[in-house]
């Protein structure tokens, strides 16, 4: 038992909800008290508990096609933007939009639109470098009329035509050093050719890669990481892998219950950290549970911090 006494619980003070989920979350908690009820399109954030606390609340989780059959209601829009198409919709069907698009992705929204239209006078391609699918993504490939060519790893550079002009763009959310190695990759490509018309724009938002950074000197800290994460989220899977690489014996966790599978008997310490997408009450329901674990298993209780 005394070796355990000095076990250290900390939670990580930089993971948790980035600029635009607080603000889709209190745009979204704001009309429920207000209204009672909202929709929303799409999962509010790629995170089961979350969603699941909001639904509790009135929030109504629709797909795009119940979007399209929707009349004289409200709809919240969440961070991750939509495209054009949904905001035609909503104004034919008399739907009020609440938009809460991350203001970092409206951005990134308005430079593709740009792109894209002096990119058709030239003949050129635009490129985005990121998740096929994705709901950031569509809304990013709707500002090119979905004519963009999605790009998530090199084999799918094959659908490049290296001898016209090309303008590449990333996903906000994307790695930094995966956008180096597809730009590089693009440049040999055209330069190959003869083209040097090649223009790279770094958009990844610098709140998710200095995540990178901040976790990689955190999961070094800890004998055990526990990353907190719904299993939807991207972003969640990128940084879990950064932990995984620093520190093996780190495990994905996306509720309480997932904690039964993980053998804290051998810790000194625990360190708690998340996504993006991780809202700050679960990681501490997180340390408060794994609290209850070793306390029960060795009849003491930890004290927990936020570094």
């Known amino acids: 038992m005394d070796s355990k006494q000095d076990t250290k619980i900390e939670i990580d003070s930089k993971s948790g909800f980035c600029f635009g989920v607080i603000n889709a979350i209190h745009q979204a908690e704001n009309a429920l008290e207000e209204k009672g009820s909202l929709y929303c399109l799409g999962d509010i954030v790629h995170n089961g508990a979350e969603v699941s606390r909001l639904t509790k609340k009135g929030l109504v989780t629709i797909s795009h096609e119940q ?6 209601c409200s709809v919240l829009l969440r961070a991750h933007g939509e495209p054009p198409e949904t ?10 939009i609440i938009d809460a698009t991350c203001p970092v992705v409206l951005a990134l929204q308005k430079k593709i639109k740009t792109a894209y239209k002096e990119a058709q006078k030239k003949n050129g391609q635009v490129l985005i470098f990121g998740k096929p699918g994705h ?3 569509v809304g990013l490939l709707g500002q090119t009329d979905n004519s963009a060519i999605v790009i998530n790893k090199i084999d799918d550079l094959q ?7 090309i303008v590449l763009f990333s996903q906000t959310t994307q790695n930094i050093h995966d956008l180096k190695i597809i730009q590089e990759e693009i440049a040999r490509r055209a330069s190959a050719v003869g083209n040097s018309d090649f223009i790279c724009h770094d958009t990844i938002c610098r709140r998710v890669a ?8 955190f999961a070094q800290k800890f004998d055990t990481i526990i990353f907190v994460s719904g299993k939807k989220s991207s972003n969640g899977k990128v940084l879990f892998d950064i932990c995984k690489k620093i520190n093996e014996n780190t495990h994905f966790v996306s509720n309480l219950a997932d904690l039964a599978e993980i053998e804290f008997a051998t810790d000194k310490s625990v360190g708690i950290c998340g996504a993006t997408s991780t809202p700050k009450w679960l990681m501490e329901d997180i340390a408060n549970k794994i609290q ?15 570094e």
Do not use: H, M, W
């Not at 659908?159 to 002009?165: E, H, L, M, Y």
């Not at 200095?210 to 000197?217: F, G, H, S, Y």
């Not at 209850?292 to 004290?303: D, K, M, S």
């Open 67 to 72: 979007f399209k059959n929707l009349k004289n």
């Open 87 to 96: 905001y035609e919709i909503a104004q034919q069907n008399n739907i009020t």
């Open 135 to 137: 709901a950031e993504v």
């Open 159 to 165: 659908t490049v035509d290296f001898s016209r002009p």
């Open 210 to 217: 200095n995540r990178e950074a901040d976790l990689i000197q």
């Open 292 to 306: 209850e674990i070793i306390t029960l298993q060795y009849g003491f209780r930890n004290n927990t911090t936020t």
